[in-house]
Every structure is written in structure tokens, then in C-alpha cells.
């Protein structure tokens, strides 16, 4: 009997019934939520034509708001995933450690930033120190906010990404490398590291998702990000909801877009893998 025999036993004729009914029940629950979300949208006037003509017929929609609003969304998550990956590095590999008191220092940095909120985060670091400190200009104090805590959640995600994929590699490729005289810092510098990112690769791809998504918290401490920018754009334009609508479409297109990414070079690396 096979291990995954074990684990798992196929759904019978009844269980597959019991599927069945349960999915179409959820479905049927999802179709009447949507109705009633619509007949609410309609009976306010929300989904009338006029309040969406001004995507079409008005390009200052998007030079004025929606592509600033995506400018702020992109710089934040940019910044914040780069310097993300920089810290993810550092205290991931300070978990692996054989210095025990650097392992546990590292360890408790990554687990405390990975427990707190994002959005408390962000809030301590705006009221608490860029709003009321000179370090960057006022006008830069929100972003600054946004990437602090975008940078130390992710970080956090991010080092533990590389502590686990240096764990599942085949321990016969530390032991050659010790084999040949290599000090076990260079081994994890020389050949653990870099299999590991490759590994960690699609994981990455998928992480800017989560860091593109959490950036629309600095609608909380004014940060100019797409929710931020739509918020003022249906304000001017008297369409509320058409206008969060459309930032939750184009948030959609970018997310999916960048999920497939990570599907595709998941899929790349498991071929090069069968082939090795």
C-alpha cells in the first residue's frame, strides 16, 4: 500500500454526491449574496451608466487618479519587496546559524515581526516616529510608514522561506561540500543559498502578491496608493462604488497576473528538476 494510499482515501459514490450537493448549495449562496449586493448597488444608483461613463469618456479619471494611485501602489510594493528579500536574507540565514545566540536573536526578530498586524505596524511607525521626526520629509512620511512595515512583515515571511528551503535540500550536498574542506558558513553561502533561492523562486513571486495587496493599508495613515486615490476620485465624480469597483478589478488583473507568474516558473523549475 503506497504512502499517499495511507494518507488519503478516494471519495466514494456518496461522498462525491455529498460534494456535489455541498457545491452547489455554496453556489447557490454565492449567486444570492451577489443579488443582493446588486439590487442594493441599483436601488442606490449606483450602477447606473452615468457613473461609469467617466472611466470612458474622461481620461483625467486615470491620469489624474487611477494611474497616480497605481504609481503609489507600485512604489511602495517595489521598494518594500526589495528591502524585504535584503532582510529576509540576513536574519535568514542568521537563523541557520551554528552561533546559538545569533540563531536565537534572529529567530526572535522573524517570529515577533511575523505575529504583529501590518497595519498596527504601519501605524506605529507613522504616528510613532516619520510623522513626528525630521529623517524624511513630511510628504514622504507615509511611504516611509508603508515600507517600514511592509518591509519587516515580509522580511520575516521571507527569511523563514529560506531557513525552510536550506532545510529541504539533500543533506549530501552539506556533507561534500564539508567533504572538500569548505567551512559550514561557505557551504550555506556557496551551495545551500543559492539552490535554496532558486527553490524559494515561484514562493517570492507569490510573497509580491501579498506585499501589492497589504499596500492599500496605507489608505489608514493617508498613504497616496490606488484605494486612497479612489476614494478621492469617487468623491469628485459622486461614484463611490463604481470607482472602489474598478481599483478592485485592476487589483485583481495585477494579483492574477503575477500568481500565474509564480505557476509558470514553478513549473519551469520542476522540469528542470526531472531532467537533472
Same mark, same amino acid.
Request: charge should be positive; proline fraction near 5%.
Given at each position: 500500500? %503506497?504512502t499517499?494510499?495511507?494518507?488519503?482515501? =478516494?471519495?466514494g459514490?456518496k461522498a462525491?454526491?455529498?460534494?456535489k450537493i455541498?457545491t452547489?448549495?455554496g453556489a *447557490?449562496?454565492?449567486?444570492?449574496i =451577489?443579488y443582493?449586493?446588486y439590487?442594493?448597488?441599483?436601488?442606490a444608483?449606483?450602477?447606473q451608466a452615468?457613473? @461609469?461613463?467617466?472611466?470612458?469618456t474622461?481620461?483625467?479619471? @486615470?491620469?489624474s487618479?487611477l494611474i497616480?494611485?497605481?504609481?503609489?501602489?507600485?512604489?511602495?510594493?517595489?521598494i518594500s519587496?526589495?528591502?524585504a528579500?535584503i532582510?529576509?536574507? *540576513?536574519?535568514g540565514?542568521?537563523r541557520?546559524?551554528p552561533f546559538a545566540?545569533?540563531?536565537?536573536?534572529? $529567530?526572535?526578530?522573524v517570529?515577533?515581526?511575523? %505575529?504583529?498586524p501590518?497595519?498596527?505596524? #504601519?501605524?506605529?511607525a507613522y504616528?510613532g516616529y516619520?510623522? !513626528?521626526?525630521?529623517?524624511v520629509?513630511n510628504?514622504?512620511?507615509?511611504l =516611509?510608514?508603508?515600507?517600514?512595515?511592509? !518591509?519587516l512583515?515580509?522580511?520575516a515571511v521571507?527569511?523563514?522561506?529560506v531557513?525552510s528551503?536550506v532545510?529541504?535540500?539533500?543533506?549530501g550536498q552539506?556533507e561534500?561540500?564539508?567533504?572538500?574542506g569548505? !567551512?559550514p558558513?561557505?557551504v550555506?553561502r $556557496?551551495?545551500?543559498?543559492p539552490?535554496?533561492l !532558486?527553490? #524559494? *523562486?515561484?514562493?517570492?513571486v507569490g510573497?509580491?502578491?501579498v506585499?501589492?495587496?497589504? $499596500?492599500?493599508?496605507?489608505?489608514?495613515i493617508?498613504?497616496?496608493e490606488l484605494?486612497?486615490?479612489?476614494?478621492t476620485?469617487?468623491s469628485?465624480y459622486a461614484n463611490?462604488v463604481?470607482a472602489?469597483i474598478v481599483a478592485?478589478?485592476?487589483?485583481?488583473?495585477?494579483?492574477y497576473?503575477?500568481?500565474?507568474?509564480?505557476?509558470y516558473?514553478?513549473?519551469r523549475?520542476?522540469?528542470?528538476?526531472?531532467?537533472?
Open positions: 500500500m %503506497s499517499q494510499a495511507v494518507l488519503f482515501d =478516494a471519495p459514490p462525491r454526491l455529498r460534494h455541498f452547489v448549495i *447557490l449562496i454565492a449567486v444570492g =451577489a443582493v449586493v439590487v442594493q448597488f441599483e436601488a444608483g449606483q450602477l452615468f457613473m @461609469w461613463e467617466p472611466f470612458v474622461d481620461p483625467e479619471v @486615470w491620469t487618479y497616480p494611485g497605481l504609481k503609489g501602489t507600485f512604489t511602495a510594493a517595489a519587496i526589495v528591502l528579500v532582510f529576509g536574507l *540576513l536574519f540565514m542568521g541557520l546559524s545566540p545569533l540563531r536565537w536573536f534572529c $529567530s526572535v526578530i517570529e515577533f515581526f511575523r %505575529s504583529v501590518v497595519l498596527l505596524m #504601519m501605524v506605529f504616528f516619520f510623522a !513626528t521626526s525630521n529623517i520629509p510628504q514622504h512620511a507615509p =516611509a510608514a508603508v515600507v517600514t512595515a511592509l !518591509t512583515y515580509n522580511g521571507i527569511a523563514e522561506l531557513r528551503g532545510h529541504g535540500l539533500p543533506s552539506t561534500a561540500g564539508l567533504a572538500v569548505l !567551512t558558513g561557505q550555506l $556557496s551551495i545551500q543559498l539552490q535554496a !532558486t527553490a #524559494m *523562486l515561484p514562493a517570492l510573497q509580491l502578491v506585499v501589492l495587496k497589504d $499596500s492599500a493599508l496605507g489608505y489608514g493617508t498613504y497616496l484605494l486612497n486615490w479612489s476614494k476620485l469617487g469628485a463611490t463604481p472602489y478592485g478589478i485592476l487589483f485583481v488583473i495585477i494579483n497576473t503575477l500568481t500565474k507568474l509564480a505557476v516558473l514553478e513549473g523549475l520542476k522540469k528542470k528538476r526531472a531532467k537533472a
